[in-house]
DNA sequence: CTTAATACGACACTTTTTGTCATATTAAAA
DNA sequence: TTTTAATATGACAAAAAGTGTCGTATTAAG
């Protein structure tokens, strides 16, 4: 017992010299040489990658990662990480999937043949949907990284208008819908741009870095506040209840009277007038704008133009 | 080390009869039963949590959860853990939500400064971002402990035409932008049903348990198909290629010519022709639907409607 | 060719672990 | 009520594991 306790507390002592010598450990624990060795020996079996150099100047260092003391978890809490592992399986690419991988894999070695059982049927039975993308995403590890550093990139970006050569420092990668997107700051521009990450190519880091002023958090938390506040009123349908209901928005501000219909009265954006558009419009008669009239103009004038074009064409096929 | 590796020995052991005596222990690893003894007091002070009757029929119990074997994990196996543990952080109810706090907890505390700053960080760069939702979920791990156990339950569940009662057999739970759905079989109309998770209330777990014969994940799978193909041709100018693209049902039919603009010639799912019809609406002048014709009459007959909705509203309130 | 490091075997010494025995206590069964 | 089978604990000697001190090899820098 007395000895497990010292090969831990000698495991955390490597892990933060990285670097050191037999000696130096024998005087730290106020142990013989021999004892030190011997001592390293049992850690590398219990998996510590140890790599000892010979000679004059030499001594060991410890590869790869640091390694943290053996820790007992149940077996609830590790079904519990298997769990929130699931919320990343639709997702093509992702940073960390070799570690996470290599962990779960520790964990599942151990469980009991009854919880295996358990786990394997878990991931048959959740999922956290999101499409299916097949876009590459290779930059995504360097973006994060970047970000965490604070430090400029320079990319390759497709955009509207073409390739476009991009000098920026990212707040940070968000996932959304099944794609990774990826605002950061221009300095020549002097605000935030959104990229989507799977039309970043060629990325370079660069030296420049800079104090983080501003967190992807942030930006998440303040965009929203970029608005055109407008009133918005609507009529529902008892359906036209359960749909609002169902978009965030909105599952706030409806407002439900005892014959199932409802009403909304709340502010909203004016630069998403395009976004409610499409939204009220695939309502159809299960909802009834009052207000803004521009909400409305940007309906009707969208339904006029969409029936001038297609009436149009099937006029000359007529024709 | 002979030591520590029996212990191990002897928890695994002890996990899986989670009821014995310190005889049965002192045959099985050949050892007196003072020694047993002994052991067993070492592991309730590493935290296995032991209870013992005296007297006969007596004997040792393990209290709560089974334990795991000291694992020794990696730092960045650590980080990856909460680099996956980002993707729950915007759902507002979770299963095991308890457990993988408890988890991250025993990481966090032997992670090194230097780590813990990391870790502190990257929760303001990441994100997996859903919309916030405010709707209470309660019955989020009855719906899938059923499903594990394969039994069938009970519920009120708010359709369309108000409260119903429900009796079916849950296959899985997921989560698509935001909230959380269930599939479920229903006995009565022998086919599956999928539930909005929020709207569930008062849910009894039923007696009447059967083998699984569906889970989510193969629902999930054979769903689409359950489709009625139908040609789909759109030509697009080059902003519709960039936004086709965009979409996961679309992003690998898009053909773009050398000028830019592009064109669609697939196969899709007839039964979807309502989303369909609002997708392109958004889309506007940037997409121009040659076929299915009924989709044109879709949007057009939309149009229409929609017109007419507005137009007599601005009319009668001239009058 | 000296020095400072790892590597490892041998052996005596020290510490820890283990088994045995003794004794107490408890609660079910005979 | 007595027996029996379990836990609980202490003492002590025997066994095993751990440790320090040698000695010897090997390696690479100075």
Redesign the pocket.
Known sequence: ???SR?LVDMLMFINTKRTF???ELAEEF??????V?????DLSELGLPLY?????????RVLKNRILPPILFTEEEAISIFFAYQALQYYHDLPFDAEIHAALQKFYVYLSEETKKKVDKMSAHIAFWNPKRNLDTPYLKELLEASLAGKYIEFLYDSKAGQTRKEVKPLGIYAHNGLWYCPAYSYDKQKVLLFRADRIHSLKVLEKDENMSLTLKEWLETEPVNSQPISLKVTLTHEGVRQCKGVPWLENHVKVARDGNGYIDTITDGNELNYMASFFYTLGAHAFIEEPQELIEKICCHAEETLRRYKNEVGTKDE
């Open positions: 017992m007395a000895k010292r010598t037999a000696k106020g142990l013989s040489v021999r004892t060795q011997r001592y390293l020996l000892s150099e010979k000679g004059r100047s030499g001594g060991y």
